[in-house]
């Protein structure tokens, strides 16, 4: 009553508002307080007031109690304060503001709180380019430097030997049993390299003439002396002396060989003259750059193939169409394909020259996409269709169009030459692929323009062969010779050899006979389908006085099957796939393909140089090995001794020159892995030197302030902002700090990626491409 609040007789009500209740401290001083979790029973078990409800109404008409005198999860133990040594001891404190009479409301545990966070973003190294220049100023020090990497990675330190090992005697190891080398001058040769000898000279003759022309693998290092396998073994060496001469190390690089398959030879049925056929419409496509040509009938075109437009109009249009050449670049129907061009309208009608002739085969030709034909023979009822071809060598272009290096499917392919002209088709002749292909059984190193050397092919008894030209047979049956049939001794040449068992043909030989009999034979036409254990004969009829027949039995060695045809000769590769490669040598004339077991061994003495990874990568991203250890970088025309040039791809170099402060950026060469490591002093341009063979690869910290370039601005002509250049930007334009990262010698698998970008300009710059990624 009065100023008093009703019921504040009750413990609870004079509890919870002191304000009303003025003497509730000296009631509550005059009474037994209840326990903590007592009090908070009691507070659960009171009556609800309407004006001072301890919770909140929610929808439906249902009340929610939400104050409480401790964390609702961890309740006090103690009877007389609340326990505040547990896991949540902080939290009950505040709680429960210290004693037992705070109340705590649980709903502001779900209510937002101010908070401050702040937010960095980390240093990113990525590199911009300055196209066609290098520096000329100040390269990091290769030779020298402190940075061990760089070092090791000269050029000229990992992958160059000496030119010339001049050799100064030969002597025996301890055992005797091998040759040793002793060359005139410290060398690097390593155990396992190769070494081939040239020009050597000793006294006596012998030992040099063992030597000239071989290949040995070097089997131990002592000191300066080089110790050669077995194979190179010479009992005398210690008594010989080698006055001149040169011992060239060579890269070793070796594939297992599983299969030699001939020079396939097509017989062509007919030469069909190039197409020539109207278009409909040819529109516009801005967005794309492109325009879309329309033909009234099926243009069987694929993309890829090359044409050739005329007579388009309006002339406007024809201004940048006619009597151009534009490659296909898609085929979405069999009426439409589309072409690289910006033509301001539409087109009307115009005139397709498709700038191929097909040529028809009377079986499947297998031959590869892109690889070289020579076609001969052809025929026609005039003299031009078979002045065109007959005599010219053509890449395949298939049909269906394959990869480069696949093989083509059907009868029919393609030869880039425009023959639409010429009065008629032509018919017959044949089509020779030029190289020889040759299966590995492992993937191999090798690379177009290596030079590779077969060794080891032994001959494969399924196989026929040719017998081997000049050979001695062995005769097994002698022919009687009527004395006096000869005076002296004489020579029949060209005498045919007949098949007694097996199914060879063609085949002749040379003979000395006197009156003793045939005293030599020798094969002097090879023939083909021969094999080992044949029996031949030579009729008494073709010698004269002979009054029996002389019989021959053929060994493995007197045959020879093509891959024996291969043994110690060297061929250029001229094109590769994964495990195969094609070597520029017309095998057509082989009666089979030969299964066989051998080595294909790459090597390289031009110019005395070999080259080998010493201390750089050796195997890619594949786990490849990478035999040259990115030396195709080293030219020792360019490069002296104490060249800083780095022999590594581009994200070697990258990553190099971000590990060293006073890199300032570095120059790449564009076709080989080969860069310069620059010091600050390449900052300003005045150091640039034009050159097309080389960038400039600029390293910057992405994400952080730099100064304004020398021409005032940051931003690109488009406005786009190229360079932060306050702290603001650096949350705001965060695609500054894109970077890409380079995997030299890979492209992604074209049917894996979800587009290609087409790019016109043959000059488009590797910026651009990152720009518009």
């Not at 104490?642 to 060469?669: G, K, Q, V, Y």
């Not at 952080?704 to 949350?731: R, Y």
């Not at 500054?736 to 990262?741: E, Q, S, T």
């Amino acid at each position: 009553t009065g100023s008093e609040f009703q019921g504040c007789e009750d413990l609870l009500l004079a509890t919870l508002c002191p304000g009303s209740c003025p003497s509730a401290t000296r009631r509550l001083e005059a009474s037994t307080a209840p326990a903590v979790s007592g009090f908070a029973h009691a507070l659960r078990s009171t009556r609800r007031l309407e004006d001072r409800r301890l919770g909140r109404d929610l929808e439906g008409g249902d009340f929610l109690e939400h104050y409480y005198t401790f964390d609702p999860f961890v309740a006090p133990t103690s009877s007389a304060a609340p326990d505040c040594t547990g896991t949540h001891a902080e939290a009950q404190r505040a709680m429960l503001n210290d004693g037992a009479t705070g109340m705590f409301d649980t709903f502001q545990l779900h209510e937002a709180a101010a908070t401050q966070s702040s937010i960095t973003c980390p240093q990113v190294v990525k590199y911009t380019h300055v196209y066609e220049r290098y520096c000329k100023h100040n390269n990091v020090q290769a030779p020298f430097h402190r940075n061990r990497e760089v070092v090791q990675n000269q050029c000229i330190s990992k992958c160059t030997y000496n030119r010339d090992i001049a050799i100064s005697g030969f002597t025996l190891n301890a055992a005797g049993d091998r040759t040793v080398l002793v060359p005139q001058q410290q060398h690097n040769v390593q155990v396992g390299d190769l070494v081939f000898f040239e020009g050597l000279v000793s006294t006596p003759a012998d030992f040099a003439t063992h030597l000239n022309g071989r290949r040995c693998a070097v089997e131990e290092i002592t000191d300066a002396d080089v110790t050669l396998e077995e194979a190179c073994f010479h009992a005398d060496a210690d008594t010989h002396t080698a006055g001149t001469g040169t011992a060239v190390v060579v890269l070793v690089e070796h594939a297992e060989l599983s299969l030699i398959e001939r020079t396939q030879v097509a017989t062509i049925t007919t030469v069909s003259r190039s197409r020539r056929f109207v278009l409909s419409g040819i529109a516009p496509d801005a967005t794309l750059a492109q325009a879309v040509v329309t033909t009234p009938e099926n243009h069987g075109l694929e993309d890829g193939d090359s044409i050739l437009l005329s007579t388009v109009s309006p002339p406007t249009v024809a201004a940048r169409l006619n009597e151009r050449t534009f490659v296909v670049r898609a085929v979405p129907t069999a009426t439409t394909f589309s072409i690289a061009g910006d033509i301001p309208e539409a087109g009307t009608h115009g005139t397709i020259t498709v700038l191929s002739t097909t040529i028809t085969t009377t079986a499947d030709h297998a031959f590869l996409q892109g690889q070289p034909v020579t076609i001969a023979g052809v025929t026609a009822a005039d003299t031009g269709i078979e002045t065109a071809v007959n005599g010219q060598t053509f890449d395949v272009i298939c049909e269906p169009r394959q990869a480069v290096g696949v093989v083509c499917v059907g009868n029919v392919f393609h030869v880039a030459l425009n023959t639409v002209d010429m009065p008629g088709d032509g018919a017959d002749g044949t089509a020779t692929g030029t190289p020889t292909t040759i299966t590995t059984k492992q993937r191999h190193l090798f690379q177009t323009g290596d030079t590779v050397v077969f060794s080891d092919i032994a001959p494969d008894a399924s196989q026929a062969g040719v017998l081997v030209a000049g050979r001695p047979l062995t005769k097994t049956a002698e022919a009687t010779i009527t004395a006096g049939s000869y005076t002296q001794a004489e020579q029949l040449t060209g005498i045919p050899l007949v098949t007694t068992t097996g199914t060879g043909a063609g085949a002749t030989a040379d003979l000395t006979v006197d009156d003793s009999g045939v005293t030599a034979i020798s094969v002097a036409a090879g023939g083909q389908g021969y094999k080992a254990d044949d029996i031949l004969t030579v009729a008494a009829a073709s010698i004269t006085g002979a009054t029996s027949a002389l019989q021959v039995t053929l060994a493995p060695d007197d045959i020879s099957d093509l891959g024996l045809a291969l043994n110690d000769a060297a061929f250029p590769v001229v094109r590769l796939t994964d495990r195969r490669f094609s070597i520029a040598v017309d095998t057509s004339s082989q009666p089979a393909d030969a299964a066989l077991t051998g080595l294909a061994t790459r090597y390289d003495t031009a110019g005395g140089l070999a080259l080998r990874a010493r201390n750089g990568p050796t195997r890619d991203l594949d786990g490849r090995q990478l035999a040259e250890g990115w030396c195709k970088g080293t030219d020792l025309a360019e490069l002296l001794p104490d060249t800083n040039a780095l022999c590594l791809p581009r994200e070697e170099c990258e990553r190099i020159c971000a590990s060293i402060a006073e890199c300032h950026s570095f120059d790449m060469h564009r076709k080989v892995p080969r860069c310069y490591l620059n010091t600050d002093d390449c900052a300003s341009t005045a150091g640039f030197v034009e050159d097309v063979s080389y960038d400039i690869m600029v390293k910057r910290v992405a994400g952080t302030v730099e100064p304004l370039t020398s021409d005032g601005a940051n931003t690109g002509v488009d406005g786009t902002v190229t360079q932060i250049t306050t702290e603001a930007q650096k949350f705001t334009h965060d695609e500054l700090r894109d970077y890409y990262v380079t995997y030299t010698g890979r492209r992604c698998d074209p049917t894996k990626a979800s587009a290609y970008v087409r790019v016109a300009d043959n000059r488009v710059t590797r910026g651009q491409c990152e720009l518009a990624c």
